[in-house]
DNA sequence: TAGATTGTTAATCGATTAACAATC
DNA sequence: TAGATTGTTAATCGATTAACAATC
């Protein structure tokens, strides 16, 4: 990370996207690429490209491009993805079931330890080899396991009483599905929203403006 | 929808943030607001907040500020969310049945009319009153109900076939979860994409960055 | 060497913020 | 009327694109 200070939140959300294809590309066998080959298969400019790899540092050779694989796992350690995170996961839904067993978290710098829930029913539940604990359990479990962040997908009434728990607790770090805005309470929180109804308003309102025309 | 033409992304993307925060303040009884109070409830600016609401109306009035009801259902309208698009989702794994049972979309713009999967453990599973169908009978059930937009919940390999399917089935709206990326294919199609893994590397990102700081 | 392609600076474009006259 | 607050124009800021000299 020879560089990589300050760098603008409109490049570190594309950095995701550039490990994509780069996996993509390095899972083809592909061994060099231009800035302009990248750029066209990505649908950007290659100015883009080049600008937003040389936030982190040159890593490409004139005349002839990028390596794929150097430049894939350059990527991965900008994100930190081979750092897993301990996590937990809370509220054991619909949704928390879904985000436990879909994805997957190693390689995506995370590290999965536990799942909590305070409904009886799904408690003793397992995710691969994760069993659903008690809820009352959390600050303990936290402490014993070093977390250090938190996967919220619990119901909106629930959220602020569980943030307050979980900061409380000394976690930083929230991946929230809920409407509640963590930022708003505490400000050196990092969180990370995944607002699913307000995707999908604006493919609604996106539909319409179409029809419109 | 007075004005409403050509309104940058940016300004979009804003506008399910603001109902949101207009329905909380309607539930709450409260009847006028500033551009002023309502920035900082929502941490942006007043300008902003003026700004994003005269791309669509003067929807406010000198001296006293925004009605809450009536900001709420102009942007209800602008959005489009009580025209109910019929549609269909398409996979029921964990993901598919988390998004079929957890999300309201009466009230989100759209009306979920059927669930299709091929797995046979699952075809005849219900949500609601909604009964998982077979996969083999997507066309015609399209047809039948007038079907305008997808959910796509299946895994990455079988997106490529099942979006050609929906496309020549006459679907131009696309909820894409997987990392297919349509509009380099279809580049008339109207796609929201929820990347959960770009969301959370990104996460990642932010938690090492503060660390090495 | 000549051709290709980077890294980087400069130019452009768009989005956000500030300011203020209009007006309720 | 006076005070408040909008709608809108102008100024600023940041992000994207273009251009090109450096260099492999």
Redesign the pocket.
Known sequence: MSKGNNI????IRRLPRYYRFLSELDGQNVER????K?AEIMH?????V??D??CF??????????GVKALKDEITNILGLNLNHPAVLIGFGNLGKAVASHMNFNGLGFDLKGIFDKDINVIGSKVGNIIVNCDIDLESFIEQNNIDSAFLCIPKQAVKETVARLYNAGIRTFWNFSHFDITGTYEDAIVENVHLSDSLMTLCYRMNEKINK
């Open positions: 603008s939140m409109s490049v690429i231009s800035s302009n990248l950007i400019t290659a100015s883009q080049r600008q790899l040389n540092g040159g890593f490409g050779q004139q005349g002839y491009g990028y």
